[in-house]
C-alpha cells in the first residue's frame, strides 16, 4: 500500500465511518467458527475483531506500523502482522481473506490480486469493498485545479471499475460471483469536515509545501468544491463503491 502517514486517532475517532461502512461488508463474508481469516487493511482492528467475535480465528495484516501499534493496543488479544498488501506471503493458506477500504490505496493491484489469490484455500472465498471508479470525482478534479499536472502524480489512490477489477481476479485463478459499484454519499463532520478528511486523507498532495501554502491549497480546494459538496452546514463526499465477492475454484 501506500506510503501515506496515518494518524491512528483520528482515524478510529473523526473517520470511524470508514470500518463502520465495513460491517455491512461482513454480511457477505458471513464468517463461521473454527475458521481461518485474512483481514487484509485491517487499520485499526475494528471489523477484525468483529470477525473474531464469530469464532473465527482472524489475522490482521497492514503496512502502516502506527496502524497496527493502534490495532494491537485496541485488541491485544488478537493476531496482528506488518505487511504489504501487494507483496505479502502466508505460511499456510486461509478459508476466507477480507479487505475494506483498502485496496484502492495500492498502486500495484496485480500484485495484491496475486498475494491475495495465492493467500486462499482452494474452495476459499475473498470479501472486499473499495473506493470504485468515479470515487471522490469532483475532489479528484478539483486537485488537478489546485496542484495542475503535479495531481496526477501525487494521487494516492486507484478507483476501478468492475472492468478492470473482476478481469484482474480472474486472472489470478479467482471466480467473481458477485461485483457492485454503487454510489455512497459520505457525510463528514463539521465545519472543517473536508479540510480534515484532505489532511488525514490527501497528505500526498501536501507533501513538501510549507503551512503557508498548504493552508491556501485548502481553502482554494474548499472553494471549488463547496458549491458541489457542501449544503446546510454539511459537507459530504461524492463516494463511490465497488464490492466483489470472488472464489477460488476447488481445482
Given at each position: 500500500?501506500?506510503?501515506?502517514?496515518?494518524?491512528?486517532?483520528?482515524?478510529?475517532?473523526?473517520?470511524?465511518?470508514?470500518?463502520?461502512?465495513?460491517?455491512?461488508?461482513?454480511?457477505?463474508?458471513?464468517?463461521?467458527?473454527?475458521?481461518?481469516?485474512l483481514d487484509v487493511g485491517c487499520g485499526t482492528g475494528q471489523l477484525t475483531a468483529?470477525?473474531?467475535?464469530?469464532?473465527?480465528?482472524?489475522?490482521?495484516?497492514?503496512?502502516?506500523?502506527?496502524?497496527?501499534?493502534?490495532?494491537?493496543?485496541?485488541?491485544?488479544?488478537?493476531?496482528?502482522?506488518?505487511?504489504?498488501?501487494?507483496?505479502?506471503?502466508?505460511?499456510?493458506?486461509?478459508?476466507?481473506?477480507?479487505?475494506?477500504?483498502?485496496?484502492?490505496?495500492?498502486?500495484?493491484?496485480?500484485?495484491?490480486?496475486?498475494?491475495?489469490?495465492?493467500?486462499?484455500?482452494?474452495?476459499?472465498?475473498?470479501?472486499?469493498?473499495?473506493?470504485?471508479?468515479?470515487?471522490?470525482?469532483?475532489?479528484?478534479?478539483?486537485?488537478?485545479?489546485?496542484?495542475?499536472?503535479?495531481?496526477?502524480?501525487?494521487?494516492?489512490?486507484?478507483?476501478?471499475?468492475?472492468?478492470?477489477?473482476?478481469?484482474?481476479?480472474?486472472?489470478?485463478?479467482?471466480?467473481?460471483?458477485?461485483?457492485?459499484?454503487?454510489?455512497?454519499?459520505?457525510?463528514?463532520?463539521?465545519?472543517?469536515?473536508?479540510?480534515?478528511?484532505?489532511?488525514?486523507?490527501?497528505?500526498?498532495?501536501?507533501?513538501?509545501?510549507?503551512?503557508?501554502?498548504?493552508?491556501?491549497?485548502?481553502?482554494?480546494?474548499?472553494?471549488?468544491?463547496?458549491?458541489?459538496?457542501?449544503?446546510?452546514?454539511?459537507?459530504?463526499?461524492?463516494?463511490?463503491?465497488?464490492?466483489?465477492?470472488?472464489?477460488?475454484?476447488?481445482?
Amino acid at each position: 500500500m501506500t506510503s501515506s502517514s496515518w494518524d491512528p486517532q483520528r482515524y478510529q475517532g473523526r473517520h470511524s465511518y470508514v470500518w463502520q461502512f465495513g460491517e455491512s461488508l461482513l454480511e457477505l463474508l458471513q464468517p463461521r467458527p473454527g475458521e481461518r481469516i485474512l483481514d487484509v487493511g485491517c487499520g485499526t482492528g475494528q471489523l477484525t475483531a468483529e470477525i473474531a467475535r464469530s469464532g473465527a480465528e482472524v489475522t490482521g495484516l497492514d503496512n502502516s506500523p502506527d496502524m497496527l501499534a493502534q490495532a494491537r493496543k485496541n485488541y491485544p488479544q488478537l493476531k496482528f502482522v506488518a505487511a504489504d498488501a501487494a507483496g505479502f506471503q502466508v505460511p499456510e493458506p486461509f478459508d476466507a481473506v477480507f479487505s475494506n477500504a483498502a485496496l484502492h490505496w495500492v498502486k500495484d493491484q496485480p500484485a495484491a490480486a496475486a498475494s491475495i489469490a495465492r493467500a486462499l484455500k482452494p474452495g476459499g472465498r475473498f470479501v472486499t469493498e473499495l473506493g470504485g471508479k468515479g470515487c471522490i470525482a469532483s475532489i479528484i478534479s478539483a486537485m488537478r485545479d489546485v496542484f495542475g499536472a503535479e495531481a496526477d502524480q501525487r494521487r494516492p489512490w486507484t478507483f476501478p471499475s468492475i472492468g478492470e477489477f473482476a478481469p484482474l481476479l480472474e486472472q489470478h485463478g479467482l471466480e467473481v460471483r458477485q461485483a457492485s459499484l454503487f454510489d455512497r454519499p459520505t457525510p463528514v463532520e463539521g465545519e472543517h469536515g473536508l479540510e480534515d478528511w484532505l489532511r488525514m486523507f490527501c497528505s500526498s498532495y501536501f507533501r513538501g509545501l510549507s503551512p503557508e501554502q498548504t493552508r491556501d491549497a485548502l481553502r482554494a480546494l474548499a472553494d471549488r468544491l463547496r458549491p458541489a459538496l457542501y449544503r446546510d452546514g454539511v459537507w459530504t463526499l461524492d463516494y463511490r463503491r465497488l464490492r466483489v465477492v470472488a472464489v477460488k475454484p476447488n481445482r
